[in-house]
């Protein structure tokens, strides 16, 4: 299993950036998929997970106003749209894969891309 993330940058307080994760190596259609990100100093973080088969999401309450988690069968990826981004909000983030249900705990999770960067200016 490969997990590609994409899509991290620099942004400014308010704005937007969409994630990538391209996911291959298996079918996945009992699986869940994750975003989770890891800021410096910090443990990892759970933001939102989308089961692969019906797209049933869950997102973590202190983005769930502003992040949305969405998945492509026909590419095999999933995506984190973010706005009103926040100083906060800035850290790598990781894409992640288990099999079952969405969970929250990152040591539930398999699968695990290389990470992306977010960074989010005053």
């Known amino acids: 299993v490969q997990l590609q993330a994409s899509g991290g940058g620099l942004v400014q307080t308010g704005g937007s950036l969409r994630l990538s994760c391209a996911a291959s190596?298996?079918?996945?259609?009992?699986?869940?998929m994750a975003w989770f990100r890891q800021a410096p100093g910090k443990e990892r973080e759970f933001v939102a997970a989308?089961?692969?088969?019906?797209?049933?999401?869950a997102i973590a309450n202190n983005v769930k106003a502003r992040f949305a988690i969405s998945r492509d069968i026909s590419e095999s990826a999933i995506y984190l749209q973010m706005g009103s981004l926040k100083p906060e909000d800035t850290a790598v983030y990781y894409c992640?894969?288990?099999?079952?249900?969405?969970?929250?705990?990152?040591?539930?999770?398999?699968?695990w891309g290389q990470g992306t960067l977010v960074t989010v200016s005053s």
């Open positions: 989308i089961q692969w088969s019906d797209a049933n999401t």
């Open positions: 992640a894969a288990r099999g079952g249900w969405p969970r929250e705990n990152a040591k539930e999770y398999t699968f």
């Open positions: 190596g298996r079918s996945f259609s009992a699986y869940t």
